[in-house]
């Protein structure tokens, strides 16, 4: 039988197109191999071969232990369940383990950052990956408080922060506020002190993170939100302006903060007899912010905007609240989609009763979701990018054996 030899480029093209946990078992293989599929160009080629794939995410309550929504079906990463559920065992909020409670406390570009009630000792991990470092407590008393992460132009991690809020001080004229934060960096594995300054008084603690920035809603200061990098050198917040601060305040606009692409996305729709009229905006790196969308669509009654497709800002998903149930909204097709009712959106889960429930506290009472008349901070977006390299391990720090933390918090269940 004649052999069929195929050159290095037909093979990593193969590879290119296979689900990532696929691609990963073909490093043990060759050297030439595991050297290839760990480089720049294999992750370029193998991104641009998936951009159409699904993707997993999920949209969470905030405390992140309940998924409302989840998209599974990731082709990228053959993925057959949410991520949610791929937290392990030994991180679940669920007897006898109650005196060993953990919180999932936020996400970051495939990330979790999950702390242990006892003794307040944190965990940074990729629940697909199975990879956990764990975080030392800090030499202060602060409270955990924010998880930011760095990412490369291909949108792969760097390194993670974890942010932690010692105190909150008010100016002498009651006009600011300074941020005592404790930092601990992956880069160093060490923690820090820094004082941060907003110009703005920050009436609540509320707030939403993407990649290294952390932004907050609520300000003395109408029509606004703070936001700081908290990877650049800078002490200072930055205070950005809604687009539409200073004028269209109709009070039947329904407005929502969220993010897509990297990127926040500021949405407001209205809901007309004949037409909905959408509007979407994003925010540019220079703080501006560009219209993508201004449109007209076919009025299906009110509709919160809850999220926008993490890869797609042409998607928005939508919470009918008359008829509760969620929509999807093509803006560049300009249609609707209820989902739950089509074949075609089997991969997407809705936990009915929970979110129902949700969205009627939400929207029954607006005064704690609601600055400017913007609905904000209402789910967290746990969402898988197209590409993970391992979890960036600070120095002297060992990957977790989760099985084995398992054995351990058992143990110590058994000696109380």
């Not at 159409?52 to 232990?65: A, D």
């Not at 030994?90 to 006898?96: D, L, Y």
């Not at 974890?162 to 600011?176: F, G, H, I, K």
């Not at 809604?242 to 109709?250: A, G, K, L, R, V």
Request: some cysteine; charged content about 20%.
């Amino acid at each position: 039988m004649e052999t069929t030899h195929f050159s290095e480029g037909i093979v990593m093209e193969i590879l290119a197109r296979l689900p990532l946990r696929s691609t990963a078992r073909f490093k043990s293989v060759r050297k030439a191999w595991k050297s290839t599929l760990e480089s720049a160009y294999f992750r370029r080629l193998f991104v641009s071969l998936h951009n159409n794939s699904s993707s997993s995410w999920s949209l969470l309550s905030l405390s992140g232990s309940e998924e409302y929504i989840g998209f599974h079906g990731c082709e990228t990463w053959d993925l057959q369940k949410s991520l949610a559920s791929c937290i392990p065992p030994s991180f679940q909020r669920i007897p006898p383990f109650h005196f060993y409670k953990f919180n999932h406390e936020a996400f970051s570009n495939g990330l979790v950052l999950i702390e242990e009630q006892s003794n307040k000792a944190c965990y940074v991990g990729n629940p697909v990956l199975q990879q956990w470092v764990e975080i030392p407590p800090p030499p202060d008393s602060s409270r955990l408080f924010g998880f930011v992460t760095r990412v490369d132009e291909d949108g792969v991690v760097l390194s993670f922060k974890v942010v932690r809020l010692y105190q909150v001080r008010l100016s002498n004229d009651y006009v600011s506020h300074s941020l005592s934060v404790s930092l601990y960096s992956s880069d160093t594995g060490m923690w820090t002190s820094k004082l941060r300054h907003c110009p703005c008084q920050i009436t609540n603690i509320s707030f939403m993170t993407l990649n290294g920035t952390i932004y907050f809603y609520y300000l003395s200061q109408a029509g606004a939100f703070a936001a700081h990098d908290f990877y650049s050198e800078s002490d200072q917040f930055r205070v950005v302006y809604y687009s539409d601060h200073s004028s269209d305040n109709n009070p039947e606009f329904i407005r929502s903060l969220t993010t897509s692409r990297g990127f926040v996305m500021y949405i407001r729709t209205l809901a007309q007899e004949e037409e909905t009229v959408f509007k979407v905006w994003k925010l540019n790196n220079d703080d501006s912010w560009q219209l993508l969308w201004n449109l007209g669509l076919p009025s299906i009654g009110t509709n919160v905007p809850m999220a926008m497709h993490p890869f797609d800002s042409c998607i928005v998903y939508l919470w009918s609240l008359q008829n509760r149930h969620l929509v999807t909204c093509n803006l560049r097709a300009r249609n609707y989609i209820i989902l739950g009712e089509n074949d075609e959106h089997q991969d997407c889960v809705i936990d009915q009763p929970s979110c129902e429930k949700y969205m009627d506290d939400i929207w029954g009472s607006k005064t704690s979701h609601w600055d400017y008349g913007v609905s904000i901070r209402v789910f967290i977006q746990f969402v898988f990018p197209r590409w993970m390299e391992s979890v960036p391990r600070p120095p002297q720090v060992e990957m977790i054996d989760t099985t084995a933390l398992l054995s351990y918090i058992t143990s110590m269940q058994k000696e109380e």
